[in-house]
Nanobody
């Protein structure tokens, strides 16, 4: 079973920035497309961004132009750089290997890590 270890999120003011990272314990990380999801209180989990094995990216309209997903295959790590944060970005963020076509991607392993809390507030 793959392990997903997301970095600590944090508390940030509106307009601020934060970078999340996620280490994936698999020797074939480079073959997987990866996604960042988020779940706000009282809402369904939603996919925020994906990056293919070839580093093609897709973004939800709500974060386009503000968030950037990248990957480092040598470190089995996927990143989410979040700029110009808004209170509505407050959520628990998760990473996961995925398959499928944007935006209807599906978790490869059907499980979730613990996620990391991001809170945007003044």
């Amino acid at each position: 079973q793959v392990q997903l270890v997301e970095s600590r999120g944090g508390l940030v003011q509106p307009g601020g920035s934060l970078r999340l990272s996620c280490v994936v314990s698999t020797s074939i990380f480079s073959f997987y497309a990866m996604a960042w999801y988020r779940q706000a209180p009282g809402k369904q989990r939603e996919v925020v961004a994906t990056i293919s094995s070839g580093s093609s990216t897709n973004y939800a309209d709500s974060v386009k132009g503000r968030f950037t997903i990248t990957r480092d295959n040598a470190k089995n790590t996927v990143y989410l750089q979040m700029n110009s944060l808004k209170p509505e970005d407050t959520a628990v963020y998760y990473c996961n290997p995925v398959f499928g076509s944007w935006p209807k991607v599906t978790n490869v392993f059907g499980s979730w890590g613990q996620g990391t809390q991001v809170t945007v507030t003044s």
